[in-house]
């Protein structure tokens, strides 16, 4: 059981490139997360999707657009990447709602850097 | 806005001490807390408290919850350097129909043989 894969593992960037992270859940969840973890800053929600065809903007939504492609796939895609979005990017999914005893479990992050 | 604040942020301790870490947070009648431990990669989950004032146990570890006092307590007993980690906490505000945790800067636990 895989549970979160996120792709890819590492990259590196031009300022101005796009890209696209990819995250695919097989728990059958409903609800998936994009977070960012900075030095100093924890985890920081950026966008959210509830259930399939839903998503919602977390706290750090700013230059970032997200897909629910279908109930496994939660992608997140950098427009126009800045330096400021030099990160490690974290997926989580989770049951949904009517599982509130069920925590977030997380893939193993993707590491990018923009320079 | 709600906030969430771990102490201490870091800590040196050697094999066989125990440790207590804390997190207090500014969320008012929020619905759960979890506790989470991070070494090099995903942060992978320890506990869920939904009560105040039961302890969760999980081998050496121990947490508890004071609703009232708004802070949550994580214990770890005879420490090993397994236990290095950073650990998080992560209160659940009480957004209706969506599960939003708020997850405070953690304490990065560093455990010397």
């Known amino acids: 059981n895989a549970g979160v894969t996120q792709t890819p593992k590492f990259q590196v960037l031009k300022t101005g490139q796009s890209m696209t992270l990819q995250c695919a859940q097989d728990?059958?969840?409903?609800?998936m997360y994009w977070y960012r973890q900075d030095p100093g800053m924890g985890l920081r929600l950026i966008y959210y999707?509830?259930?399939?065809?839903?998503?919602d903007k977390g706290e750090v939504p700013n230059g970032y657009n997200v897909s629910r492609l279908n109930k496994r796939e939660f992608s997140l895609r950098l427009e126009s990447a800045a330096p400021s979005q030099t990160s490690v990017y974290f997926c989580?999914?989770?049951?949904?709602?009517?599982?509130?005893?069920?925590?977030?479990?997380f893939g193993d992050g993707t590491r990018l850097s923009i320079l | 806005e709600d906030k969430v604040v771990q102490s201490p942020l870091s800590l040196v301790v050697h094999e066989g001490d125990t440790v207590t870490l804390n997190c207090s947070y500014e969320?008012?009648?929020?619905?759960?807390l979890l506790w989470y431990k991070q070494e090099k990669k995903a942060p992978t989950f320890l506990f869920m408290l939904?009560?105040?004032?039961i302890e969760k146990k999980s081998g050496r570890l121990s947490s508890i919850l004071d609703k009232k006092e708004l802070f949550s307590i994580l214990n770890i007993t005879a420490t090993q350097t397994g236990d290095s980690a950073v650990y998080l906490c992560?209160?659940?505000?009480?957004?209706?129909?969506?599960?939003?945790?708020?997850f405070g800067t953690g304490t990065r636990l560093k455990v010397l043989a």
């Open positions: 989580a999914s989770r049951p949904g709602q009517g599982h509130s005893n069920q925590p977030q479990h």
């Open positions: 728990m059958n969840h409903n609800s």
């Open positions: 999707s509830a259930s399939e065809g839903t998503t």
């Open positions: 969320v008012t009648n929020f619905r759960s």
């Open positions: 939904t009560s105040s004032g």
């Open positions: 992560a209160p659940l505000p009480p957004t209706s129909g969506t599960y939003k945790y708020i």
